[in-house]
């Protein structure tokens, strides 16, 4: 049966993110030959509608508010609401971002509705549409039905191949009105932390350090490998611990959950919280001077070696390529 399906772009300095992309396509499978409406929130937003619509969406609704401008739980909710009332879908996809894990709870209540979080992939299978989940912090995944209600679930970035771009595809563009009223957070201004480009949670490559990188300093040559793949760095709980670096790195299971094409892990021991951030992973390469090491469990690629010799010699090899 072919459902209504609402998906949320999401976006970043002005830009939509990857991720509205994927949902967009999750969105495709879940409408089941419906349609798929993209719903952009915001100040300013309408520009980005024509970019959702060439990567598969039928149509796009948009609420814009001054208001709207920086994201509020309570701001975004209230524009969502105003969508959902509008429109009665069949189905809600949201990125597994932090905004996405901020607002797609509140919704789900508001609409007493169950909600499938972290999908990280979705099918059709005899009719019915099959979402998968880890579960057990990744070491286990498994398959949910809706058997009666709204399909509302999150997917994981880089998980779900988006459509190709298609740039001659057209579908309406329209407002929804709806009165952005009691906000309890208003955002002053954002510092935002420089976080040297790539965004970890949709990067393709990520070299991450752990206590081996031994110092801040220590990251260098991480970096270096880094810029040369057009990756991103990340880092294990205990290095940013000690001060290497930043949490904003860290991943695990009370850091950032990613799945790169490629995952260079580097002086990481290979924690059970650390794997629950990276083990799903495409391609996971250890550097770890005890061939002992838990990280090689679940490694494709072992060196059992020193990383600051041989992170130097990879980067000097892919700088030929
Ligand atoms: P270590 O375990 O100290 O490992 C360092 C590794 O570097 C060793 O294997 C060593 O052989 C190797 N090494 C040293 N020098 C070199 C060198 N020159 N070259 C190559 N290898 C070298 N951890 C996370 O990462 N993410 C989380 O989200 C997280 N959440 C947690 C939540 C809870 C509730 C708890 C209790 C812990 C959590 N942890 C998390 C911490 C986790 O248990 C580990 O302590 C942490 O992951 C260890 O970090 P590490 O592998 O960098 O350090």
Redesign the pocket.
């Known amino acids: 049966m072919s459902k209504k399906v609402l998906v949320l772009g999401e976006t970043r300095a002005g830009q939509l993110r990857n991720v509205s992309f994927e949902a967009v396509a999750a969105g495709k499978t879940a409408a089941q030959g419906g349609e798929v409406i993209g719903v952009l929130i915001g100040d300013a937003v309408s520009s980005l509608a024509e970019e959702m619509i060439q990567h598969g969406a039928d149509r796009v609704l948009t609420v814009e508010d001054e208001k709207l401008g920086q994201y509020t739980s309570d701001g975004f909710a209230q524009a969502l609401m105003a969508v959902i009332e509008q429109e009665q879908p069949d189905g809600i996809l949201f990125g597994h971002t932090a905004l996405g894990k901020d607002l797609s709870p509140k919704i789900a209540a508001k609409l007493n509705t169950g909600l499938i979080s972290d999908a990280t992939a979705i099918n059709e299978e005899n009719g019915e549409i099959v979402f998968t989940r880890p579960i057990y912090s990744g070491k286990a995944f498994e398959k949910v039905v809706v058997e009666d209600g709204l399909l509302f679930a999150t997917v994981r970035p880089n998980n779900i191949e988006p459509l190709q771009k298609d740039e001659t595809r057209s579908g309406d563009v329209s407002s929804v009105s709806a009165s952005i009223k009691d906000l309890r957070t208003i955002i002053q201004d954002v510092v935002r932390k420089s976080t040297d480009g790539v965004d970890l949670s949709e990067a393709k490559v990520i070299i991450a350090g752990?206590?081996?990188v031994?110092s801040e300093e220590g990251f260098q040559p991480l970096k270096e490998l880094a810029d040369v793949l057009g990756g991103a760095v990340g880092a294990?709980?205990?290095?940013c611990d000690a001060d290497y670096c930043d949490y904003s790195l860290?991943?695990?299971?009370?850091?950032k959950v990613v799945t790169p094409d490629l995952y260079i892990a580097?002086?990481?021991?290979?924690?059970?919280?650390?794997l629950?951030?990276m083990s799903n992973s495409k391609v996971i390469v250890a550097?770890?001077?005890?061939p002992e090491?838990d990280?090689f469990k679940v490694a494709d690629y072992g060196i059992v070696?020193?990383?600051?010799e041989v992170i130097p010699m990879l980067t000097e090899e892919f700088k030929k390529v």
């Open positions: 752990g206590r081996g031994k294990s709980r205990g290095a860290q991943i695990g299971q009370t850091g580097c002086g990481i021991s290979g924690a059970i919280q650390h629950a951030g550097i770890n001077k005890d090491a990280i070696g020193d990383l600051f």
